[in-house]
C-alpha cells in the first residue's frame, strides 16, 4: 500500500473500505502542495470535490465585511474538508487556508457520491460525521452566546487537551501549537482580549504560556473556568 492510501484509511469516510476499493479510490486522488499561509480554497467558489488533508494543518474559516475571522475548524492529517457542497450542490461555504506546509488530496465528488450510493458503510460514516461537527457548530453558538472570553478559551483548551475533536481535529499536540491570534480567532475574540484570559489562566496554574506555546498544566482548573459565567463579549 501506498503512503496516500495509508492516508485514506486514516479517513473516516473510507476507513471500512478493503484494501482493493482503496487502492482504486487512490488512483483518482488529485494531490496538491501548499506552503504556509496559502489559501486552499475560497468561501462561495464551485465546489470541485472532497479534499482531505495528507500532512501538516488547515484551517476552515470566515471573515466578516469587516475583516474579522473566525475560525471554524483546525484540521490535521486524515481529515477531510469542504464535506458539505459536494452532497448538496452549493458553492463551498467557508475558506480554507495552511497552518504551516502542508499537502492535500482532492477527490472528484462524482467518485464520492458513488461510494455513498452503493457502500452503506461509507454513507453511515457520512451521516456520522455530520452529525458530529453539526453538534460541534452548535456547541460553538451557545460557548459564543453565553460564555465569556476566558471561559471559551478554557474549553477550547481543555477539549484539546482531552482529544475532544470540537474545533481541532487529528492534529496531535494542536494545543502547545495553538497562537494567540489563532486562539482569537477560535473563540470569536481579539487577541488583546484573549491574552489577558491566557494570563488569568496562568495566574490561576493551570497553564503555562512558553513563548508562542500553551502547555496545559493543570485540566480540572481549566474546567472550573470553563463553566464559569460572565459576559461573553470580546
Known amino acids: 500500500m501506498t503512503a496516500m492510501t495509508d492516508v485514506l484509511g486514516q479517513v473516516p469516510y473510507f476507513s471500512k473500505l478493503d484494501a482493493t476499493l482503496l487502492k482504486e479510490l487512490t488512483d483518482q486522488v488529485r494531490e496538491r502542495k501548499h506552503k504556509a499561509g496559502e489559501v486552499v480554497l475560497l468561501e462561495g467558489e464551485p465546489c470541485e470535490g472532497l479534499y482531505f488533508v495528507v500532512s501538516g494543518r488547515v484551517k476552515v474559516f470566515k471573515v466578516s465585511g469587516e475583516g ?63 452529525a458530529t461537527r ?11 452566546s453565553l460564555r465569556g472570553v476566558v471561559a471559551r478559551v478554557a474549553k477550547l483548551l481543555l477539549d484539546c487537551t482531552r482529544g475532544r475533536e470540537t474545533l481541532v481535529e487529528g492534529a496531535g499536540g494542536a494545543c502547545a501549537r495553538l497562537t494567540q491570534h489563532q486562539i482569537a480567532a477560535m473563540t470569536g475574540s481579539v487577541r488583546e482580549v484573549v491574552q489577558r484570559a491566557l494570563k488569568a489562566l496562568e495566574r490561576d496554574g493551570a497553564i503555562r504560556m512558553e513563548r508562542a506555546r500553551v502547555l496545559v498544566l493543570d485540566p480540572k482548573a481549566l474546567e472550573r473556568w470553563s463553566e464559569s459565567t460572565g459576559s461573553p463579549a470580546a
Open 134 to 144: 453539526l453538534r460541534a457548530l452548535t456547541l460553538m453558538i451557545e460557548d459564543l
Open 68 to 130: 474579522k475571522e473566525q475560525v471554524l475548524r483546525i484540521l490535521g492529517p486524515g481529515r477531510t474538508f469542504n464535506d458539505v457542497p459536494v452532497f448538496d450542490g452549493g458553492p463551498n461555504p467557508g475558506s480554507i487556508a495552511t497552518l504551516e506546509p502542508s499537502t492535500v488530496g482532492l477527490i472528484p465528488k462524482g467518485t464520492v457520491l458513488a461510494l455513498v450510493q452503493k457502500h452503506p458503510q461509507v454513507a453511515m460514516a457520512v451521516i456520522r460525521l455530520l
